[in-house]
């Protein structure tokens, strides 16, 4: 089966008014975030929305090595209007939606149990930041993969991630193919 796994599309990492937001480059993948979750809602495939869900205490936001973000049961933490309003298209079972600490949504969540009662054999992923929690959770993705020897395709959209570093951003999507063997539309 095929997975879209969308990382991060809250509204504190989306919109402009968001507290750690990646300005309009996160606005500009919107439209086609919101194309590829139609695609593949329609076509019976699985959507799993993966979102940072954080309360204060976090180490993350603790720490002072980010602004609070994504806190739990806040406007900042919803999935962004665009993608969520597409819930509705999905059959039971087929949008699943993961909590998570930290960059790497493989740890700390089920993603990997999913990948398996799914018997997810392609992972589309689209979200923000293409240079932290989608690199992060590509490479978690990878270890299991090699770890577990399976047949795993991993696939990265383009026109899909977005991130505040520009350079972060470029250097990852040319990172992903040579390193994890990501392809890279």
Known sequence: MKMLLLIDLSNDFIRLEGSLNCGEAGLAIL???RQQVKNFLTHGQ?????RDNHDP??????SGLFPPH???GTWGQELVEEISSLHELAKQGQWLTLSKKQYNATSGTNLLSILEEYEVDEIHLV???TDICVRYTLNGLYEWKTAQSRNLRLVVHQQGVA???????????RHFPATFGAEVV
């Open 163 to 173: 991130s505040f570093n520009e350079v972060g951003h470029l250097d990852s999507l």
């Open 127 to 129: 979200g923000v930041c």
């Open 57 to 62: 205490e976090d180490w993350e936001i603790s």
């Open 70 to 72: 994504n806190l739990r």
């Open 46 to 50: 699985l959507v799993v929305d993966a």
């Open 31 to 33: 439209p086609y975030c």
